[in-house]
C-alpha cells in the first residue's frame, strides 16, 4: 500500500502536526466604542414572595376553622414573625447596597448607575 500524504502539507508545523490559521481580517467599527450613562435593570427583576408557606398554612387555617382568629394564633404569630425577620433582612440588604460596604462581584444597576452618573463618559 503507497504511503499517505497529508492533505495539508503547505504551512503544517511537522512537530505537531497542526493546521494553519486562518488570516486575521481588520475589525469595522460600525458603532463607536463608548460606554452608556445608564444601564437597565431588567435583570434585577425578581419576585421575592415572603414567607409564601406560611401564609398558606395560615389560611388553610382560616378556611378550616371559618376565618376564626383565636383558633388560628399559632398560625398567625409563625407568620408575623417569618415577615418581620424577612423584613430586617431585606432593609439590611438595602441599606448595604446603598452604602456599598460590601463589595461584590455584580453591583445593582441602581448603584451602577450612580456611578455612571458621578463619571459619565465624554
Do not use: W
Not at 505537531?16 to 463608548?34: S, Y
Not at 395560615?58 to 382568629?69: E, G, I, P, S, Y
Not at 404569630?77 to 418581620?84: H, M, N, P, W
Amino acid at each position: 500500500m503507497a504511503a499517505m500524504t497529508p492533505r495539508f502539507t503547505v504551512g503544517v508545523n511537522k512537530a505537531n502536526g497542526r493546521r494553519p490559521c486562518r488570516e486575521p481580517f481588520p475589525f469595522q467599527e460600525i458603532l463607536p466604542l463608548k460606554l452608556k450613562d445608564s444601564v437597565s435593570g431588567k435583570g434585577d427583576r425578581t419576585s421575592e414572595v415572603a414567607c409564601l408557606q406560611d401564609m398558606a398554612v395560615m389560611l388553610a387555617c382560616f378556611k378550616k376553622h371559618d376565618f376564626n382568629q383565636a383558633l388560628c394564633s399559632k398560625e398567625i404569630g409563625a407568620f408575623q414573625s417569618c415577615y418581620t425577620n424577612f423584613m430586617t433582612a431585606h432593609q439590611q440588604a438595602k441599606n448595604m447596597e446603598s452604602t456599598m460596604a460590601g463589595t461584590k462581584s455584580k453591583l445593582p444597576y441602581r448603584t451602577l448607575n450612580k456611578i455612571l452618573k458621578k463619571y459619565p463618559s465624554a
